[in-house]
């Protein structure tokens, strides 16, 4: 199967900015997606990424690198509430969606 | 507003016992899915289906079944919970099309199997 790899966990004060990155398996690519999942919760969609370069959505930015297999979530101006997890998933093309094991963040004051 | 609820946020359940997980959906979506989710391991993809009646295995369907009877239902069966069944289930759908729509998830159910 394809292995899709992300720190386990990651910790950064608030107001500072945090890159959590992903590489996946390139055979097959169909698209990327970012999730946050807070504790108990389910997980909500931030970004999709299909083609190479930067999608910014407020705070929140993704990165993809297709032929590197690459991707990265950029937070900035950290905030408390932003503490929770964040799962990269991938498509692939005739498979539904891989996910890897979560970054869990902890934003501390 | 979307949404996707699963008919329970905690179940306790004994070894043996056969166990439906229901999962409901008010988006007219084509997929739906059913995940688990353990530490360390991310969600695996248990059973999808596309379409009512239709049903697809996914990363690890061993002692599952499910059921699409129709479209904004989707179920799962353990038919014989076993203690390593215990964990936390997710129910997920998203629009059927060329494009990788994102899935939009239910807020989990935690079963425990005694």
């Known amino acids: 199967g394809q292995n899709i790899d992300q720190p386990t966990e990651m910790t950064a004060t608030e107001g500072a900015i945090v890159q959590i990155n992903c590489t996946y398996q390139?055979?097959?690519?169909?698209?990327l997606f970012w999730y946050q999942q807070h504790a108990g919760e389910a997980p909500t969609f931030l970004s999709y990424?299909?083609?190479?370069g930067l999608e910014e959505k407020g705070r929140f930015s993704s990165f993809l690198s297709r032929s590197k297999g690459y991707s990265y979530l950029l937070l900035k101006e950290l905030q408390m509430k932003d503490s929770a997890s964040y799962l990269c998933?991938?498509?692939?093309?005739?498979?539904?969606?891989?996910f890897g094991p979560g970054t869990r963040l902890s934003v501390l004051p | 507003d979307v949404k996707v609820t699963q008919s329970s946020r905690y179940l306790v359940k004994r070894t043996g016992e056969k166990v439906f997980l229901e999962c409901v959906q008010d988006?007219?979506?084509?997929?739906m899915f059913w995940y688990r989710q353990d530490p360390g391991l991310g969600l695996r993809l248990i059973y999808f289906?596309?379409?009512?009646?239709?049903?697809e295995k996914g990363d690890i369907p061993e002692g599952y079944s499910v059921s699409r009877e129709k479209k904004e239902r989707f179920s799962l069966i353990l038919e014989s919970a076993s203690t390593n069944q215990t964990s936390m289930y997710l129910c997920?759908?998203?629009?059927?099309?060329?494009?990788?729509?994102?899935?939009?998830f239910g807020p989990g159910t935690r079963l425990t199997v005694t």
């Open positions: 998933a991938v498509r692939y093309y005739g498979q539904n969606f891989v």
């Open positions: 390139t055979s097959g690519f169909n698209g």
């Open positions: 990424n299909v083609l190479d």
């Open positions: 988006m007219d979506h084509e997929n």
């Open positions: 997920a759908s998203s629009l059927l099309g060329g494009r990788s729509y994102e899935q939009y």
């Open positions: 289906s596309y379409d009512v009646k239709m049903k």
